[in-house]
């Protein structure tokens, strides 16, 4: 048997260049190698979501993404974390061999408090207990996810080797597997690039929208007028830009320490870039969106191939709870 590969995303809205280059390039990859199991955590995306009125439009947002971007579902299942409820079942089950002082230090936790401080809810607290229950319900190896996300992996492989330790062997070790680029930063300049803080390139944009939106990128500070020289190693521009063209971005970093390019053509550069590399997923995305039954289809043959795996650990963690 092939060794399982898992991961999730919150559908709080598109997938944007951060998701792309920190994680969804690795599922694609690695599901030639492992089996793929890759889940639109929905219940996940409740603990920061008060007005779920999108939540079925951005599922489906979110598959359409995946999908395009090259994830397979004659190679992986793909669904929807709500559509195995024994994922909930599991999740109480493991919050009574969590410590709370193993949530209590959890980085992401503080930091959510200080995002959303009048929305701190039970849910994210045992946010990292649900997420390791995802991962183990599925016997999962190997878990590709962005830098932002390895605290929660090392709780992950805390609770299964307590678990383990209390009922015996039941669950491998989550390992984090991490891109080339695990942590993208937003058009701010300054914080990761998310939804939630609105500093984002969604991929599935237009061109047009592309352009726009990475005109509002925040560059060197210190660069107020076009005849300035510019310090392009400090610049989220030039850092994007290097990352999809490595070698002509010198040139152009060397243009803007010389102020011969301007910010806003570099931001040009940028967006045409973004745009010429995403071209043909947008293209497939556009296809796939003419066919929602298809997408559908992909989700509810997904829920039932995983629910099969996700029944069978549950009554073998029951039974050597002495539940059963
Ligand atoms: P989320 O949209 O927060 O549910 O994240 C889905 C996946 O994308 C997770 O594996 C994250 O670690 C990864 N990810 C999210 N934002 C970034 C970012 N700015 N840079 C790199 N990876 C990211
Ligand atoms: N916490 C992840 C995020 O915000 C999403 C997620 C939920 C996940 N369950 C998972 C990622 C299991 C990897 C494995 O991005």
């Given at each position: 048997m092939r060794k399982r590969v898992f991961s999730g995303a919150r559908p709080t809205g598109r997938q944007h260049l951060?998701?792309?280059?920190?994680?969804i390039q690795n599922y694609v990859k690695l599901q030639d190698e492992y089996d793929g199991i890759y889940c639109i955590v929905d219940i996940h995306a409740l603990t920061s979501l008060e007005d779920t009125s999108k939540l079925q439009e951005?599922?489906?947002?979110?598959?359409?993404?995946?999908?395009?971007?090259?994830?397979?579902?004659?190679?992986?299942?793909?669904?929807?974390?709500?559509?195995?409820?024994?994922?909930?079942?599991?999740?109480?089950?493991?919050?009574?061999?969590?410590?709370?002082?193993?949530?209590?230090?959890?980085?992401?936790?503080?930091?959510?408090?200080?995002?959303?401080?009048?929305?701190?809810?039970?849910?994210?607290?045992?946010?990292?207990?649900?997420?390791?229950?995802?991962?183990?319900?599925y016997k999962a190896e190997v878990v590709p996810v962005g830098e932002d996300q390895l605290p929660h992996l090392e709780l992950a492989r805390e609770i299964s080797r307590r678990f383990n330790n209390l009922f015996g062997d039941t669950f491998p070790e989550p390992q984090a597997r991490l891109t080339a680029f695990p942590l993208i930063i937003g058009l701010d300049g300054k914080d990761k690039m998310s939804k939630q803080l609105d500093n984002d390139i969604a991929i599935a944009?237009?061109?047009?929208?592309?352009?726009?939106?990475?005109?509002?990128?925040?560059?060197?500070?210190?660069r107020r007028y076009r005849a300035d020289p510019g310090h392009p190693e400090i610049c989220n521009v030039?850092?994007?830009?290097?990352?999809?063209?490595?070698?002509?971005?010198e040139i152009h970093a060397d243009q803007c320490r010389s102020a011969t390019i301007g910010c806003v053509e570099h931001k040009m550069l940028l967006a045409q870039d973004i745009n010429r590399t995403l071209k043909s997923f947008r293209q497939r995305r556009a296809a796939l969106a003419t066919k929602p039954e298809y997408v559908t289809d992909v989700l509810a043959d997904g829920a039932r191939q995983a629910q099969a795996i996700a029944r069978e650990t549950l009554g073998e963690v029951k039974q050597r709870m002495g539940l059963i």
């Open positions: 951060g998701n792309y280059l920190g994680a951005n599922i489906y947002e979110l598959a359409l993404d995946w999908l395009a971007a090259g994830i397979d579902p004659k190679k992986s299942i793909i669904f929807v974390q709500s559509h195995v409820p024994e994922v909930m079942e599991l999740h109480t089950l493991l919050s009574m061999v969590t410590p709370l002082s193993w949530l209590l230090r959890v980085p992401t936790f503080k930091e959510k408090v200080k995002i959303q401080p009048q929305n701190v809810n039970y849910g994210l607290l045992g946010y990292p207990v649900l997420m390791t229950a995802d991962i183990v319900l944009l237009s061109p047009e929208e592309t352009i726009e939106r990475v005109m509002t990128a925040v560059t060197d500070p210190a030039h850092w994007l830009h290097k990352n999809f063209i490595q070698e002509e971005e």
